[in-house]
């Protein structure tokens, strides 16, 4: 499917960026840019001259490239349209008009602009970082317009896609496929320290847990066989699912801050899951590397010699990130997926998308190789974070996202720590994973609305 993409030249570069992620790499489209300077829009035209056109308003509003200075719109709209589909359109740009004619369709909603604000994550610029760095869901776009649990991008990209099939019938787009990402970041592989062994000791005297916890510390003492050193058993979980697991492992060694186990001490071990043929080794980069070139190289490079081939897949731990550094420290480690962005504290589309894309480097001004796959579901901020919840309303929530998830054919990427399949047996989160599992199987979808 080729496409004549028509815009000024006002920040050519982002927009060049934003518009190839959505057409090409997503849709699958060949295009092809046309710079004319007095243009005040997108056109997007189709081989038959037919057009989709949508007002430039978001990049005309900046006056410069001090990202850091973003102020945005205090309130936000829908654009409802009623194609096959019924299209809700979130807009901050603009407003709700759409005008519908033979030869073309008018968009006065930017949501070329507001696809690139949340794809390259440019709101992270602004101050609103917890006292580790990360940046924070409260006071975030998404909590602001209330939009977590929306995958807006997945929204326009599938109006965008009905837009051209109704002017251009042939057209043939990238087939999306729904998949279940299940990822295990691999924080300890210990369960029982000294320090666990007292609270041990202490908390759990009389209950049901105090003599079976003794059985496992005496086994993983004399029998090294650790609870936490699950690989074989959580393989076998996904396996029975029919899912792949991938492992992210943490290279930090004795004398680093947070230092939490040897990699060279489960060089056996990780050596299994990578030839195992169905599940994958991954990095999970300590604390300070979101920021250090030095700490990043260092230990990507120690997990690189312990399966003797590049890293396909990272996440941060603590989630941690920073929109100045982290994706091009990832992108010059020829890390290929990083698997961070998701928000700790609410599951949901902290990058309103969630299919897998190619990320933007703001100091290069450039997309790299990188492909971010954002995080949509983490263990403990369903058991922490949301603890609030009834166990019913989570389900709820969890059910909307999920269902999202597979009505756009994307990617669910979920994390469940190697220690919470041990530490949440015989608690109330005990269940909490295989209804998850049991919601995102495909069949399962209910359509929304
Ligand atoms: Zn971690």
Redesign the pocket.
């Known amino acids: 499917m080729k496409l004549d993409i028509y815009l000024n030249e006002n920040f050519k570069i982002e927009k060049e960026y934003i518009l190839s992620v959505i057409f090409e790499d997503i849709l699958g489209c060949k295009c092809t840019f046309h710079y004319l300077n007095n243009l005040t829009n997108y056109k997007i035209v189709c081989p038959n001259d037919k057009e989709i056109i949508i007002d430039d308003i978001f990049f005309k509003s900046l006056d410069s490239h001090s990202w850091e200075e973003l102020d945005f719109p205090k309130s936000s709209f829908d654009s409802n349209i009623n194609f096959e589909d019924n299209h809700s359109l979130f807009g901050i740009y603009g407003d709700s008009r759409i005008k519908l004619d033979n030869k073309s369709i008018r968009l006065s909603n930017d949501i070329i602009g507001t696809a690139f604000i949340f794809l390259t994550r440019v709101e992270e610029f602004r101050q609103n970082h917890d006292r580790l760095g990360r940046y924070q869901y409260k006071g975030s776009l998404a909590e602001k317009y209330n939009i977590l649990n929306r995958p807006i991008i997945n929204e326009y990209i599938s109006f965008l896609k009905e837009c051209i099939k109704h002017f251009f019938p042939d057209a043939i787009f990238k087939k999306m496929d729904y998949k279940v990402m299940l990822t295990h970041?691999?924080?300890t592989i210990k369960r029982w320290t000294f320090k666990h062994f007292m609270k041990h000791t202490i908390f759990n005297f009389g209950s049901k847990k105090y003599f079976p916890g003794f059985i496992s510390l005496f086994e993983s003492k004399y029998k090294k066989k650790d609870p936490y050193m699950n690989f074989k058993e959580i393989m076998d979980i996904s396996d029975k699912y029919n899912l792949q697991s991938i492992f992210?492992f943490?290279t930090l060694e004795n004398a680093d801050n947070e230092f939490l186990y040897d990699i060279n001490h489960i060089k056996t071990e990780i050596n299994e899951i990578h030839e195992s043929g169905n599940h994958f080794v991954g990095i999970?980069p300590g604390k300070s590397t979101y920021n250090s070139k030095e700490s990043m190289r260092k230990e990507i490079d120690s997990l690189k010699k312990i399966i003797n081939e590049d890293i396909l897949y990272s996440?941060?731990?603590?989630l941690m990130f920073d929109i100045k550094n982290t994706w091009r420290l990832l992108n010059d480690n020829k890390i290929k997926y990083d698997l961070t962005l998701g928000y700790p504290e609410k599951i949901g589309f902290r990058c309103g998308i969630c299919y897998p894309y190619r990320v933007f480097d703001f100091s290069k001004r450039k997309k790299l190789d990188l492909i971010e796959i954002p995080l949509i579901i983490m263990d403990v901020t369903l058991t922490k974070y949301m603890n609030e919840y009834s166990y019913s309303s989570l389900i709820d929530e969890l059910r909307i996202v999920i269902n999202n998830v597979k009505k756009f054919d994307g990617r669910l990427n979920i994390i469940w720590?190697n220690n919470s399949f041990y530490d949440y047996k015989n608690t109330q989160h005990e269940k909490l994973f295989f209804d998850i599992i049991s919601l995102s199987k495909k069949n399962d979808y209910l359509k929304l609305n």
């Open positions: 970041d691999i924080d992210l943490m999970h996440r941060q731990h603590y720590h």
